[in-house]
């Protein structure tokens, strides 16, 4: 499928009205320093006493640290390198993974990153080519790497968003044109240009890289490595690139491999991730087992159709896809999902997707950041949003919070006004931090409970600081959605 990528991009949100509603079952709080919150200094569960007199246990507070942190996993959780549990939202940004990269005539641009973060998203994954990366046998084109993705890491940096590095394959190799013309991408050409450029080439090349044969199938030596040999030293060069890189959330480790790929290839390529680079996540498109640590189980469009909305569909796959989250204890990252804009029931599919993933503090991306034909796209050829997408997919969310917590949410969008509510139930004390997109504004915050709950803003509006106390409370807090 087509996909351009634009620069700046532009957008309108209606005037609206997004509302919070937040229930938790906590023990406290206390403030120290948070910039413009005070917090605790640091985790406490030491006593305290309150102006009624009660006593009371203070939370244990987000820690705050400029910069992006280094991740890593937590039982089902992302966590930070200071323990913050991390929520991820944002999208696909394409363009890296075609050969030539497309990014010649439709670059990415700073200002795709400023749009992105505007939006109160903190993740980009970015797809990148093996095809790109090793354009002939055993030699690497880092000018690929510095050029274009160093660019976008700084962008990233820049607006505190995360990236996802993903080994991407689109019909698996420019080779095979027959699947999907100049948007077919994945393996090098020099590695499968023997097989036919049809259905039964791309199987046999299947069946012999994942056997463990050379390019086109050719027998593997000392001199001849198997392609698979060639795919985990390319993902060694990656990581000894960005080891150390803390805008790095992860590594995932090949884009939509086939439900028959063996768990030895994800083992094998994580091994080689790590001789390397022991700190970044892999991602792992398999539902399992996965006996691994820090890995994220990343599967991709929980729904049946791109073209028609199902709820059944959609509950379901979210269902089985937690399933297989608790069932392994790794956290999820669904690192594509989306509906075409001119498909039925598109809108209750993003209010229904974004709902279920809140629920289960599923992080997520949206397939994808680009402009064109493709209605997938967030953006038309001519850089304006496609505001289906755009204005259900853009609103609040709960990117850090300090504990677990259940949560329940429903949006609604009519004649141009937005209602969001989400009802949030946390075991203990807690502090939430919410992100906001530009163009919405908080109008109230209401709280009622013995120890009301505290909640501060940035000076800019962009982020909220909630910090619960004792005994069950409720807090609302009403936003509004203007023109921008």
Same mark, same amino acid.
């Given at each position: 499928?087509?996909? /351009?990528?634009?620069?700046?991009?532009?957008?309108?949100?209606?005037?609206?009205?997004?509302?919070?509603?937040?229930?938790?079952?906590?023990?406290?709080?206390?403030?120290?320093?948070?910039?413009?919150?005070?917090?605790?200094?640091?985790?406490?569960?030491?006593? *305290?006493?309150?102006?009624?007199?009660?006593?009371?246990?203070?939370?244990?507070?987000?820690?705050?640290?400029?910069?992006?942190?280094?991740?890593?996993?937590?039982?089902?959780?992302?966590?930070?390198?200071?323990?913050?549990?991390? /929520?991820?939202?944002?999208?696909?940004?394409?363009?890296?993974?075609?050969?030539?990269?497309?990014?010649?005539?439709?670059?990415?641009?700073?200002?795709?990153?400023?749009?992105?973060?505007?939006?109160?998203?903190?993740? /980009?994954?970015?797809?990148?080519?093996?095809?790109?990366?090793?354009?002939?046998?055993?030699?690497?084109?880092?000018?690929?790497?510095?050029?274009?993705?160093?660019?976008?890491?700084?962008?990233?940096?820049?607006?505190?968003?995360?990236?996802?590095?993903?080994?991407?394959?689109?019909?698996?190799?420019?080779?095979?044109?027959?699947?999907?013309?100049?948007?077919?991408?994945?393996?090098?050409?020099?590695?499968?240009?023997?097989?036919?450029?049809?259905?039964?080439?791309?199987?046999?090349?299947?069946?012999?890289?994942?056997?463990?044969?050379?390019?086109?199938?050719?027998?593997?030596?000392?001199?001849?490595?198997?392609?698979?040999?060639?795919?985990?030293? /390319?993902?060694?060069?990656? *990581?000894?690139?960005?080891?150390?890189?803390?805008?790095?959330?992860?590594?995932?480790?090949?884009?939509?491999?086939?439900?028959?790929?063996?768990? =030895?290839?994800?083992?094998?390529?994580?091994?080689?991730?790590?001789?390397?680079?022991?700190?970044?996540?892999?991602?792992?498109?398999?539902?399992?087992?996965?006996?691994?640590?820090?890995?994220?189980?990343?599967?991709?469009?929980?729904?049946?159709?791109?073209?028609?909305?199902? *709820?059944?569909?959609?509950?379901?796959?979210?269902?089985?896809?937690?399933?297989?989250?608790?069932?392994?204890?790794?956290?999820?990252?669904?690192?594509?999902?989306?509906?075409?804009?001119?498909?039925?029931?598109?809108?209750?599919?993003?209010?229904?997707?974004?709902?279920?993933?809140?629920?289960?503090?599923?992080?997520?991306?949206?397939?994808?950041?680009?402009?064109?034909?493709?209605?997938?796209?967030?953006?038309?050829?001519?850089?304006?949003?496609?505001?289906?997408?755009?204005?259900?997919?853009?609103?609040?969310?709960?990117?850090?919070?300090?504990?677990?917590?259940?949560?329940?949410?429903?949006?609604?969008?009519?004649?141009?006004?937005?209602?969001?509510?989400?009802?949030?139930?946390?075991?203990?004390?807690?502090?939430?931090?919410? =992100?906001?997109?530009?163009?919405?504004?908080?109008?109230?915050?209401?709280?009622?409970?013995?120890?009301?709950?505290?909640?501060?803003?940035?000076?800019?509006?962009?982020?909220?600081?909630?910090?619960?106390?004792?005994?069950?409370?409720?807090?609302?807090?009403?936003?509004?959605?203007?023109?921008?």
């Amino acid at each position: 499928m087509p996909i /351009v990528l634009s620069g700046w991009k532009t957008r309108k949100t209606s005037i609206g009205v997004v509302v919070i509603v937040l229930l938790a079952a906590v023990t406290a709080l206390t403030f120290g320093t948070y910039g413009f919150f005070t917090l605790p200094s640091g985790p406490s569960s030491t006593s *305290a006493s309150n102006r009624t007199g009660l006593s009371t246990v203070l939370p244990r507070t987000l820690v705050r640290y400029s910069g992006l942190s280094l991740l890593r996993t937590n039982g089902m959780q992302i966590v930070d390198q200071y323990g913050n549990i991390v /929520v991820l939202r944002g999208v696909d940004l394409t363009g890296y993974e075609y050969v030539p990269p497309t990014l010649s005539v439709y670059p990415h641009h700073s200002s795709d990153y400023a749009t992105i973060a505007s939006w109160g998203f903190n993740v /980009v994954r970015l797809p990148i080519s093996w095809e790109n990366l090793e354009p002939r046998p055993g030699q690497y084109n880092d000018s690929y790497l510095q050029n274009l993705v160093d660019h976008d890491i700084e962008w990233a940096k820049e607006y505190g968003v995360y990236i996802v590095l993903d080994m991407h394959q689109v019909c698996w190799s420019s080779h095979f044109e027959f699947c999907n013309g100049s948007y077919s991408a994945g393996v090098p050409r020099w590695a499968v240009s023997s097989y036919p450029n049809n259905d039964a080439g791309e199987d046999a090349f299947l069946q012999d890289f994942f056997s463990g044969l050379g390019p086109n199938g050719t027998i593997p030596s000392a001199s001849n490595p198997s392609m698979l040999t060639r795919f985990f030293a /390319v993902w060694r060069h990656v *990581a000894s690139r960005y080891a150390n890189e803390t805008a790095i959330a992860a590594y995932d480790l090949l884009n939509e491999p086939p439900s028959t790929t063996p768990l =030895s290839f994800y083992r094998n390529a994580t091994e080689a991730v790590r001789a390397i680079d022991q700190h970044h996540i892999c991602l792992w498109e398999t539902d399992g087992p996965i006996e691994v640590p820090n890995v994220i189980y990343s599967p991709h469009y929980p729904q049946d159709s791109l073209t028609s909305y199902n *709820a059944t569909s959609l509950k379901v796959g979210v269902r089985q896809i937690v399933d297989f989250s608790r069932k392994w204890d790794v956290p999820v990252f669904i690192g594509e999902w989306g509906m075409q804009a001119d498909s039925p029931g598109v809108v209750q599919y993003i209010q229904d997707g974004l709902s279920l993933f809140d629920s289960y503090s599923i992080s997520s991306a949206w397939w994808d950041y680009a402009s064109g034909d493709f209605t997938m796209d967030l953006f038309y050829g001519n850089g304006s949003a496609r505001q289906i997408l755009v204005q259900n997919l853009v609103r609040p969310f709960i990117s850090e919070l300090t504990s677990s917590i259940t949560q329940t949410s429903t949006f609604t969008l009519s004649n141009g006004s937005i209602t969001y509510s989400q009802m949030l139930n946390s075991t203990g004390p807690s502090q939430i931090q919410v =992100s906001i997109p530009t163009g919405y504004s908080i109008a109230n915050i209401h709280t009622s409970s013995a120890f009301p709950v505290r909640s501060q803003s940035t000076p800019d509006g962009r982020t909220l600081l909630l910090t619960f106390p004792s005994a069950a409370s409720t807090v609302t807090v009403e936003y509004t959605s203007r023109p921008s």
